[in-house]
Structures are given as structure tokens and as C-alpha cells.
């Protein structure tokens, strides 16, 4: 029922700068919270950042500062603009949106298919 289209991953030196963006769509209510976790080899899966559809933002401690998450409502869509990468960003990024299949419904969660981002010299 939602989909969720990602892009903007690849190679990047370490100090530079790539932005992710997931597209949602969907016969659904409401886009709820979006945002982007991340998955190294070996580790588990950890919030990097979300934000509200009223706008407010939450940071993973390692990327406050370096990483900024926005989202175009109209577009349903959310971006993560990621700065100063380092070696330790490298994993696959997902992109998450929280939905409503109707006013009253219960909260759901939906995933990107991954965006590779490696940060290596």
C-alpha cells in the first residue's frame, strides 16, 4: 500500500557530502514521522534521524552537526543532506515513513529498499 522510492547514495571521500531522498506514495490517510536508519555489516539497525510532519527533528548523537533531515510534505518526500562524512558513515541507509490507512487507525510502517553509502579515500 506504500512504497517508498530512495536515491542519492554512492562514494564519497571522507569530509564530503552526499543527499539521500525518499519518495512516498500510497493510497493512505497520512504520512506520519519519516526518517532514515542505517545498517554497517555486523551491526544492527539504528535511527539516524527523523522528523514530524510538523517539522520537528530528532539526531542520531554521532551525526548532530553533520547531518541535516527535511521533508517536502506536499511531495512526501524526505531528504537527509549528510556533511562531513566519515569512514564510520558507511552502511546501508533506509528510509522509514510511519502511515494511517484512515483518521482513526493505527499507526504502520513502511521501508525503503536501501541506498548503499560508502565513505572511503
Known amino acids: 500500500q506504500v512504497q517508498l522510492v530512495e536515491s542519492g547514495g554512492g562514494l564519497v571521500q571522507p569530509g564530503g557530502s552526499l543527499r539521500l531522498s525518499c519518495a512516498a506514495s500510497g493510497s493512505i490517510f497520512s504520512f506520519d514521522a519519516m526518517g532514515w536508519y542505517r545498517q554497517a555489516p555486523g551491526k544492527e539497525r539504528e535511527l539516524v534521524a527523523d522528523i514530524t510532519s510538523g517539522g520537528s527533528t530528532n539526531y542520531e548523537d554521532s551525526v548532530k552537526g553533520r547531518f541535516a533531515i527535511s521533508r517536502d510534505n506536499a511531495k512526501n518526500t524526505v531528504y537527509l543532506q549528510m556533511n562531513s562524512l566519515k569512514p564510520e558513515d558507511t552502511a546501508v541507509y533506509y528510509c522509514?515513513?510511519?502511515?494511517?490507512?484512515?483518521?482513526?487507525?493505527?499507526?504502520?510502517?513502511?521501508w525503503g529498499q536501501g541506498t548503499q553509502v560508502t565513505v572511503s579515500s
Open positions: 522509514n515513513t510511519k502511515y494511517r490507512l484512515g483518521p482513526w487507525s493505527l499507526v504502520r510502517d513502511s
